[in-house]
């Protein structure tokens, strides 16, 4: 039977997507998503349920995978949440403890009091600055505070991992424990020059080696998967903004692109060697074969988070819909500012401690110029960490708040670059769907991958550099305010 399809996973921070893509289509033609719960149990702290996290990628990948033989399919490419932490029982396989997410600010004291002297090692090591946004801090946490977590280290049955080796785990049946490079190198425990776990940062922070997973590169032959439908073949693993920087066709040195999801991601492809920054952080963009690709990235730890307060808890729209013609209703931002810092500031300011605010209010405003504002607050994010990289000549944009003319138009207008939206704002899936199809022969070349990438709509500036520097201004004004 002739091989069609490649599968995507797609494990985000508030939801899990598996999408069917036809390879002769050139398209995702099926897919299916299931949200699960936030939990929150102190001030600044997220987690979430690894179990049900399973359940719920399961469940799309069975469900995509509906209808088809194995032989239809030419393998399996995930792509994940980052930074977010397991531990869970090597014999079982079942978590030992609440997955500590991304985003939670816990261990920020922690970090805070982590000598200068071993900060600069980090960096020079990992590329990271410290801070509590990154694994290792987090894992240190469980162990010191779980005594499950503790007696599974001792009998040498704990596993610890980002949520693609558990999902890994578990999918293969416990048979294949590994991360790739990219979720390794936002660890804090991994030498993005050596490309092994570091030991000296391993012992600072007290985790064995022999509980971390094996690494691997982003487009090879993992393991097998058990589905509903028979076992299919795991292709590719992953971090999610690495997987949209490769979705954009961000081959080249000096291509870029802007993910705007839970939070703003902003990757610079900066080639084969690390760049180092003082502000930014370097990241291994994907390995494939024995060629490795680096990247700079400004992470913001709220964008469409921001969206999402102002949905459910605010109630000043009723639907992310309603922010995609929002210069109509409020032709400008009437002097508000909106600061969505609920965990803290993240590049380049790397001011964890600060929360959210809403600037400039007066007696004219409306729930519309805040939401303009909210809008408003991603695009000089974005500018705040343009500014620290290199040359582009095209910024490409993805994620579910990219349907906004409004905010591309914006981020040309005050970055000055040419913007694209591209025809799938599916990016971040499509990169390891690319990289399955590598791995399997699906795909043959990253040149025939660039061919199947096409712009659906391009910005270039049009606003004048005065006005958009006065708005900036206002921007750096209200971050005064909070730090």
Not at 99 to 117: A, D, G, L, Y
Request: hydrophobic share 35%; aromatic share 10%; glycine share 8%.
């Amino acid at each position: 039977m002739e091989k069609k399809y490649i599968v995507g996973i797609d494990e985000g921070t508030t939801n899990a997507r598996a999408v069917l893509y036809d390879v002769k289509k050139k398209t995702i033609v099926k897919q299916e998503s299931k949200n699960f719960k936030q939990y929150y149990p102190n001030p600044g702290w997220v987690e979430h349920d690894a179990e049900e996290i399973f359940k719920c990628v399961e469940s799309c990948l069975n469900a995509v995978l509906d209808g088809l033989k194995p032989e239809e399919v030419y393998g399996i490419g995930i792509t994940n949440q980052r930074e977010s932490v397991v531990a869970w029982n090597k014999k079982t396989g079942k978590p030992a403890y609440k997955s500590i997410v991304w985003q939670c600010r816990r261990t920020e004291k922690f970090c805070e009091n982590i000598p200068n002297r071993m900060k600069k090692i980090i960096k020079k090591k990992t590329g990271l600055i410290v801070d509590a946004y990154f694994s290792a801090s987090k894992m240190k946490w469980i162990l010191d505070n779980s005594e499950k977590v503790r007696a599974l280290d001792e009998e040498d049955n704990l596993c610890f991992g980002t949520i693609d080796s558990f999902l890994l785990y578990r999918l293969t049946g416990g048979k294949t424990f590994a991360t790739d490079v990219t979720n390794a190198s936002r660890t804090m425990l991994f030498n993005i020059n050596t490309l092994c776990w570091d030991e000296e940062l391993l012992k600072y922070f007290g985790i064995k080696k022999q509980t971390l997973p094996s690494i691997v590169s982003n487009s090879e032959i993992l393991g097998t998967a058990k589905t509903a439908i028979g076992e299919i073949p795991i292709a590719s693993m992953i971090g999610d903004q690495q997987s949209a920087l490769f979705g954009q066709g961000c081959f080249y040195k000096g291509m870029a692109k802007d993910t705007f999801g839970t939070g703003c991601f902003l990757l610079y492809n900066s080639g084969e060697k690390p760049i180092s920054s003082k502000t930014l952080l370097t990241d291994i963009a994907w390995k494939i074969g024995d060629k490795t690709t680096y990247a700079l990235e400004g992470s913001v730890f709220n964008a469409g988070s921001a969206i999402t307060w102002l949905v459910e808890n605010m109630e000043m729209i009723s639907s992310p819909k309603e922010t995609n013609d929002i210069d109509k209703k409020a032709p400008t931002n009437l002097g508000v500012y909106f600061i969505p810092a609920f965990t803290g500031l993240g590049a380049p300011h790397w001011k964890g401690d600060v929360r959210g605010s809403i600037t400039g209010l007066t007696r004219g405003t409306t729930k519309y110029h805040i939401v303009r504002a909210c809008l408003e607050s991603m695009v000089y994010s974005s500018q705040d960490i343009l500014a620290y990289m290199g040359d582009i000549s095209e910024l490409r944009c993805d994620g579910g708040v990219t349907n906004s003319d409004f905010l591309l138009q914006f981020l040309s207008d005050l970055s000055g670059l040419k913007v694209t939206r591209q025809k799938s704002v599916e990016a971040t899936v499509l990169g390891a769907v690319y990289l399955a199809g590598l791995a399997t022969g699906a795909f043959k070349s990253l040149e025939d991958i660039s061919k199947l990438i096409k712009p659906a709509k391009t910005f270039t500036p049009k606003e004048s550099k005065e006005k958009m520097i006065e708005c900036y201004e206002g921007w750096k004004n209200a971050l005064e305010h909070i730090y």
